[in-house]
């Protein structure tokens, strides 16, 4: 399998219809109970990554990555909108923030235990198991990964689903009070109002997921084709890198939007964003090319924290700037455009350059690096300018709710 077609797998064949699927996920979750929304798309990833281990040839696992896609989009915006519901304003980022260490922990995690569950389950050619006979290592990772997903998912009925906040009322045909839903078209013609202010913030922030999922794919095919490491041993480093201090990262972003906002700046969210997308440049800019895979190592630390920064604050400002009624449609929208740029674009990206411009594997160090340096670039103009377009919607939500 070549880089671009590995990158397909990661990328488009997951994002697309993650994506897709969000929107309509997300218009349910501003009605309906958001738990139970979690807890189906729990179940179908959980599901549809134990099909990957039955693939027999590329389109059959292409296939299956769209089902964990499709799951997957139920998550974002319904924890969102919970989340913004059981905090105020002032709290949200850093809630947020702390939900989405989960991505960091995870992919930390992954990278040092998938690393050791790969070297285990391909020491012995074959494995025989129960219903499916025998089977390949790699596919054994894939069934002890997915399946146990379809059981935690029972997990999501000890989260109370809170009341929703700041929605408006209207009186059924029994004559009780109930939350309004807001007509599409309402939500369309918001959103255009409004649409200054999505394009920078969506955009800037993708361009930003654009480099995060791109170099965080190649990193540790780096080390192993630069600096000759096994992918045992980046895969333990780099997991330790992206779950200690991706995690702290994203939870210091969080934490500083709401310290400023508590100190009178409303913009907070869309300032934190501009700033790492600069602050991340000393050290993202050196890590991919310096001679020694320490010094590499060392110099991925300051870059986990800044790149995983923003992605508290993101969704926090979705929150900020949207009726409630509005918000689960709204992210998913944000996420949309995030994953299509980011997660579908990425990897591909880092890899066309490796597979059509430098026709040399050993060169995925330089795609990382062009590749980051222009996204980071692009998103710090994006986000500056954006600030000027949140201030302008946070007036136009007043004028909403009036």
């Known amino acids: 399998i070549t880089d671009f077609q590995m990158s397909l797998l990661m990328g488009p064949a997951f994002a697309l219809f993650y994506t897709f699927f969000g929107i309509p996920l997300g218009r349910l979750a501003d009605s309906k109970s958001r738990r139970t929304i979690i807890a189906v798309g729990f179940v179908a990833w959980s599901f549809f990554t134990a099909v990957c281990g039955l693939a027999r040839n590329f389109w059959q696992m292409m296939l299956a990555r769209v089902g964990v896609g499709v799951g997957e989009g139920a998550l974002s915006p319904a924890a969102y909108s919970i989340i913004a519901d059981y905090f105020p304003p002032q709290r949200r980022a850093t809630a947020i923030s702390v939900y989405s260490m989960g991505i960091y922990i995870g992919s930390g995690v992954a990278n040092i235990l998938g690393a050791s569950a790969i070297a285990f389950f391909m020491s012995r050619p074959n494995w025989e198991l129960p219903l ?92 192993v084709r630069t600096h000759g490491w096994s992918e045992a041993k980046i895969g333990f480093w780099y997991g330790v890198v992206v779950a200690v201090f991706g995690a702290l990262g994203i939870a ?58 923003p992605f508290g604050v993101a969704p926090a400002a979705i929150q900020q700037i949207m009726p409630n009624a509005m918000r689960a449609q709204a992210s998913s929208i944000y996420l949309f455009v995030v994953n299509m740029i980011g997660l579908g674009a990425g990897p591909m990206a880092v890899a066309l350059f490796t597979d059509k411009v430098f026709h040399d594997d050993h060169a995925v160090r330089y795609s990382i690096l062009i590749v980051s340096t222009i996204a980071h670039l692009v998103s710090a103009v994006l986000l500056w300018v954006g600030i000027k377009q949140f201030n302008l919607s946070l007036e136009r939500l007043k004028a909403w709710h009036g």
């Open 252 to 309: 210091a972003g969080g934490w500083f939007a709401d310290w400023m906002a508590k100190r009178g700046s409303r913009d907070a969210v869309m300032k934190v964003g501009f700033i790492v997308s600069l602050a991340w440049a000393p050290t993202g800019l050196l890590y991919p090319i310096v001679p020694n895979p320490y010094w590499a190592i060392a110099l991925l630390i300051p870059t986990a924290f800044f790149t995983a920064a």
């Open 132 to 223: 499916v006979g025998a089977v390949r290592g790699w596919q054994v990772v894939f069934f002890v990964v997915g399946l146990p997903g379809i059981l935690l998912a029972l997990l999501m009925y000890t989260v109370r689903e809170p009341l929703r906040r700041g929605m408006k009322k209207v009186r059924s045909a029994d004559g009780q009070l109930k939350n309004a839903e807001v007509p599409l078209h309402e939500v369309i013609a918001y959103l255009k109002l409004n649409w200054k202010t999505f394009a920078c913030h969506n955009v800037g922030f993708a361009l930003l997921s654009f480099s995060s999922y791109g170099t965080s794919a190649w990193v540790p095919s780096m080390f």
